[in-house]
């Protein structure tokens, strides 16, 4: 009886290797490499965990600080200005009293002038010129001088002028009459003189 020939055995199929495969010798097992993007720990990938409770508390703290200093400084600011405008209106009151206080004097000589009308009248011009003179002085105490003098060139920071005369006598532009007096310098003034003066060419 003829005998069959034995089958050969199978190859195995051709294909990658099994993870658990030996590496070919000469070559390292492959290693994964490190990840490209950094992983977040478990206490970091919570919402919490930014900013520890501590320096959350700090934070906290400073900001009621900070808000307490601005109310305090709001509420002296206040107070502040309260104050001034209280000293504002007392010294207001302080500087109408000193100034009425020294006209009184004035008031008292025209009294005084008034109860001699009866008696001589140059006596009576004579007082009221010293009750005038007396008025002139109080102003000047204040700081407000008395401007009325003719001869003088023209100047329209103290003059007003309200007439001009044709004089060739006089040189152009002086004052010739003083209508009414002035008083104050500069900032000071509380009027102008009222002039007349001598025509310009």
Do not use: C
Not at 16 to 41: F, I
Not at 130 to 136: E, I, T
């Amino acid at each position: 009886m003829t005998r069959l020939p034995e089958e050969p055995e199978r190859a195995a199929p051709a294909g990658p290797a099994p993870k658990d495969s030996v590496s070919p010798p000469g070559e390292e097992p492959h290693q994964p490499g490190p990840p490209l993007w950094p992983q977040a720990t478990a206490d970091e990938a919570r919402p919490d965990a930014a900013v520890p409770a501590s320096a959350a508390d700090e934070h906290a703290a400073a900001v009621r600080e900070l808000e307490d200093r601005w109310r305090r400084a709001l509420a002296d600011l206040d107070n502040l200005r309260k104050r001034h405008a209280r000293e504002l209106e007392r010294e207001r009151m302080v500087e109408r009293s000193r100034t009425a206080a020294a006209f009184l004097p004035v008031l008292d000589n025209l009294e005084l002038a008034l109860s001699h009308a009866d008696a001589d009248s140059g006596a009576v011009v004579e007082g009221v010129r010293a009750v005038r003179d007396q008025a002139v002085g109080v102003l000047e105490q204040l700081g407000y001088p008395r401007h009325a003098e003719t001869g003088v060139a023209f100047d329209p920071a103290h003059h007003e002028v309200v007439s001009v005369v044709d004089d060739p006598d006089i040189e152009p532009g002086t004052v010739v009459q003083v209508l009414r007096p002035g008083y104050g310098d500069g900032d000071r003034q509380l009027r102008p003189a009222t002039v007349t003066v001598a025509k310009r060419e």
